[in-house]
């Protein structure tokens, strides 16, 4: 079983739409949690940061981190077609050597006009 | 300037060849960091340097050979790779301490292995 599961989609939503990903996680030491976006032949871009449990909101953008369920959620809202990429959760505990962070595999989103 | 540069942007090498990726970036971040990614994978961590020295090697085969020549510069040696090297190298570039996270990615270089 893979540390940190990210369903592979792809999640076709049509422009406007609320944009919902997750991410489960095994491990109970991780403690920041961060979203990153990429496209086709591009390196990821961070998206979101947060640290332990709460909600985080930027913009049309809100991270959720449920640490007692070891259950992450990034929702994008009123979607545009430039929302279509591969979008990677990832984390790490408090002391990670290097600070490596452990990814899930990628959700591709499609949001179509 | 928050970019981080990678050359080349397309590298097709044979078997036998010895090439290097570049990378560089003038964001003043002292941790820089190779990936290698698979298609429709996540990147892989392959070596970390924080303040010019090696701190983390993922046990990676020694076909590969980092170097990190000043605070701005990031190149990774290649020698008598196997087609299954073939793949999109990430480099990355942080602060260190509680910035850490915040991984600033170039674009790659995609590497074809014949």
């Known amino acids: 079983q893979k540390e940190v599961e990210q369903d592979p989609g792809p999640l076709s939503v049509p422009e406007g739409a609320i944009v919902s990903l997750n991410c489960t996680y095994s491990n109970s030491a991780f403690q920041y949690f961060m979203w990153y976006r990429q496209y086709s032949r591009k390196g990821p871009e961070l998206l979101m940061y947060t640290y332990s449990s709460g909600n985080k909101e930027d913009g049309r953008f809100t991270a959720q981190v449920d640490k007692s369920s070891k259950y992450i959620s990034l929702f994008i809202r009123d979607s545009q077609p430039s929302d279509s990429a591969t979008y990677l959760c990832a984390m790490r505990p408090e002391k990670a050597a290097g600070n490596k962070l452990t990814f899930g595999g990628g959700t591709r989103v499609l949001v179509k006009p | ?114």
């Open chain 2, 1 to 114: 300037d928050t970019e981080v540069t990678q050359t080349p942007k397309h590298l097709v090498m044979g078997m036998t060849n010895k090439k290097s990726l570049k990378c560089e970036q003038h964001m003043g971040h002292r941790a820089m960091y190779w990936y290698k990614q698979k298609a429709k994978k996540p990147p892989e961590l392959m070596f970390v340097y924080s303040y010019e020295k090696l701190s983390i090697n993922e046990s990676v085969p020694s076909r590969f050979s980092p170097e990190c020549p000043n605070s701005s510069l990031l190149n990774l040696h290649l020698h008598a790779l196997q087609p299954e090297d073939s793949a999109l190298y990430l480099c990355a570039s942080s602060q260190v301490g509680t910035k850490a996270d915040e991984q600033y990615f170039g674009p790659g270089t995609r590497l074809t292995v014949t």
